[in-house]
């Protein structure tokens, strides 16, 4: 019998061997019947987040969906989620990593995808002194404010400008440019993205690079998910080569430049690059290391910002009420004769419950980054099995009707009523996780979400473009790991606030 034959005719045994192991040893959570081979492969609709929770309304609150022979655990209840991320949070705080991340990450060696163990553990408390602590994200606050500033002067110079009054904006352009600039400015003290909207050539390269990673990261699930058939789906080593090269060539180029720039100051200006170059030795950071957390704070800051204002503009448009006492809140506490800085934030609690809202109903990654099971674990009274992977459906959990009043309203009042943790003590709200996997940059993110939002709603009044009624506004999905609008907004922008107050004094770091 031919080879490939006698394959073909093994796989059934294979498969059925598998199934019988896990039904007969483990009591799992139930789910959706798998299909032989697939699983539920080609039963998972492509917003996954949304499709999960539709099965955890027929299953229960912890379901069992099998990605091939891959088990995945999804939970969307606040109590699963402390479980998970709280009281077997050591057990569970591991990271799946798929064929085309390992070999991106070069097998983790960055902080994201890297597995809990003392090279995580190193890399966060680095994180942590060089760029996360109180005292680094207050330095880098006249950055944030100033890329800020630089957002709306491009806004109000694109809509006062001759035959543009009335006319839409695409707000993604200006929210993409501003989170892109904040990042390398953090990262490398480099503005790449200029007021016209034109590109470095550098920066051009940078974005290149991401968007070259989010290509070869878009494997074959079947391949991905079926050991068996993976050496007829290869990956193509040549081209994670070639990007790999390509991606240290130009971080290697910037490393070199602070190594100059260094030497020549004395270290006096400690963007995250240098902070990491600093630490190398004390530390022991491979280069490897040093480029992949660089590239983590690209990738996690480029558009997770950027999505997060973008929605909650959309609401707020949606919502004109809202819109309006938030600006009553904004005059009332800045007034018209200067702008709101992140000083100003004590004092606007509002605001602060609207960037809250938003988080709740859209979260920039509404399934949480997939933990692995590091041994066999209980959740909820179910077994998961070691390797299984785990996610949490923060999407579901902020929707939960057992938990939130009307949880399908943008209402951001509930948060005067009840004063609910963002960052990863309250499980009902977790747009940036909790435990050991928390991500790091949750207060910067707020920081900046919160910052942008105020100063587009104090400096302009939004309106849905002509002919379209705010509740027209499209608020559908697109798929991925992190959720943009399905529909760019567009809205009309008009200055509320005497013309001096847009013009930008450039800040130097």
């Known amino acids: 019998m031919a080879p490939l034959a006698l394959l073909?005719?093994?796989?059934?045994?294979?498969?059925?061997?598998?199934?019988?192991?896990?039904?007969?040893?483990?009591?799992?959570?139930?789910?959706?019947?798998?299909?032989?081979?697939?699983?539920?492969?080609?039963?998972?609709?492509?917003?996954?987040?949304?499709?999960?929770?539709?099965?955890?309304?027929?299953?229960?609150?912890?379901?069992?969906?099998?990605?091939?022979?891959?088990?995945?655990?999804?939970?969307?209840?606040?109590?699963?989620?402390?479980?998970?991320l709280k009281e077997k949070d050591q057990q569970l705080a591991d990271r799946y990593r798929s064929r085309t991340a390992t070999r991106l990450t070069k097998y983790g060696q960055d902080l994201i995808w890297a597995d809990y163990g003392p090279h995580y553990v190193k890399v966060r408390k680095v994180c942590t002194v060089a760029l996360f602590s109180a005292k680094s994200l207050e330095s880098l606050r006249p950055i944030r404010e100033d890329e800020v500033s630089a957002m709306v002067e491009?806004?109000?110079?694109?809509?006062?400008?001759?035959?543009?009054?009335?006319?839409?904006?695409?707000?993604?352009?200006?929210l993409g440019a501003v989170s892109f600039n904040n990042i390398t400015r953090i990262a490398f003290?480099?503005?790449?993205?200029?007021?016209e909207g034109r590109i470095h050539k550098q920066g051009e390269e940078m974005r290149s690079i991401a968007d070259n990673r989010l290509r070869l990261g878009a494997s074959r699930p079947i391949a991905e998910h079926i050991p068996w058939l993976r050496w007829m789906f290869p990956l193509n080593e040549e081209d994670f080569a070639k990007h790999a090269a390509r991606r240290d060539r130009l971080t290697r180029e910037i490393m070199e430049d602070h190594n100059i720039a260094r030497q020549k100051t004395g270290g006096a200006k400690q963007h995250f690059c240098d902070a990491l170059l600093t630490l190398k030795e004390k530390y022991?950071?491979?280069?490897?290391?040093?480029?992949?957390?660089?590239?983590?704070?690209?990738?996690?800051?480029?558009?997770?910002?950027?999505?997060?204002?973008e929605w909650a503009m959309a609401e707020l448009i949606k919502n004109p009420r809202v819109l309006q006492k938030v600006q009553e809140e904004l005059d009332r506490v800045i007034g018209n004769e200067r702008v709101m800085t992140e000083l100003d934030f004590a004092n606007l609690p509002y605001l602060r419950c609207v960037a809250k809202e938003?988080?709740?109903?859209?979260?920039?990654?509404?399934?949480?980054?997939?933990?692995?099971?590091?041994?066999?674990?209980?959740?909820?009274?179910?077994?998961?099995?070691?390797?299984?992977?785990?996610?949490?459906?923060?999407?579901?959990?902020?929707?939960?009707?057992?938990?939130?009043?009307?949880?399908?309203?943008?209402?951001?009042?509930?948060?005067?009523?009840?004063?609910?943790?963002?960052?990863?003590?309250?499980?009902?709200?977790?747009?940036?996780?909790?435990?050991?996997?928390?991500c790091p940059g949750a207060q910067l993110g707020l920081d900046m979400v919160t910052s942008m939002l105020g100063r587009l709603l104090h400096h302009f009044t939004w309106a849905p473009p002509s002919g379209v009624s705010p509740e027209a506004i499209n608020i559908a999905e697109r798929p991925g790991v992190v959720t943009f609008m399905g529909t760019p907004l567009e809205a009309v922008a008009t200055p509320r606030l005497p013309a001096n107050l847009y013009q930008r004094t450039a800040v130097d770091f």
């Not at 492969?41 to 917003?47: F, G, I, Q, T």
Request: aromatic share 12%; glycine share 6%.
């Open 154 to 174: 491009s806004i109000y110079n694109d809509c006062t400008a001759p035959g543009r009054s009335a006319k839409s904006l695409l707000l993604r352009k200006y």
């Open 358 to 438: 938003s988080l709740r109903l859209h979260p920039p990654t509404p399934l949480m980054l997939p933990h692995r099971a590091s041994t066999n674990v209980k959740v909820g009274g179910y077994d998961i099995p070691k390797g299984s992977t785990v996610h949490v459906n923060v999407w579901a959990v902020a929707r939960d009707p057992e938990v939130w009043k009307n949880p399908l309203e943008f209402r951001p009042e509930r948060f005067l009523e009840d004063d609910v943790d963002i960052k990863g003590h309250d499980f009902r709200l977790l747009p940036f996780g909790a435990g050991r996997r928390i």
């Open 189 to 195: 003290g480099k503005r790449y993205v200029d007021t």
């Open 284 to 309: 022991d950071l491979t280069d490897d290391t040093i480029i992949g957390l660089l590239w983590d704070m690209i990738h996690a800051g480029m558009d997770t910002t950027a999505i997060s204002v």
């Open 8 to 84: 073909l005719l093994s796989l059934p045994v294979f498969f059925l061997l598998h199934s019988l192991y896990y039904r007969l040893r483990f009591r799992l959570p139930p789910g959706p019947r798998p299909w032989p081979f697939v699983g539920n492969l080609y039963d998972v609709k492509p917003l996954q987040f949304r499709c999960f929770a539709d099965w955890a309304n027929s299953y229960g609150p912890i379901i069992s969906v099998w990605f091939g022979s891959t088990l995945n655990v999804v939970v969307s209840s606040t109590e699963l989620a402390k479980e998970v």
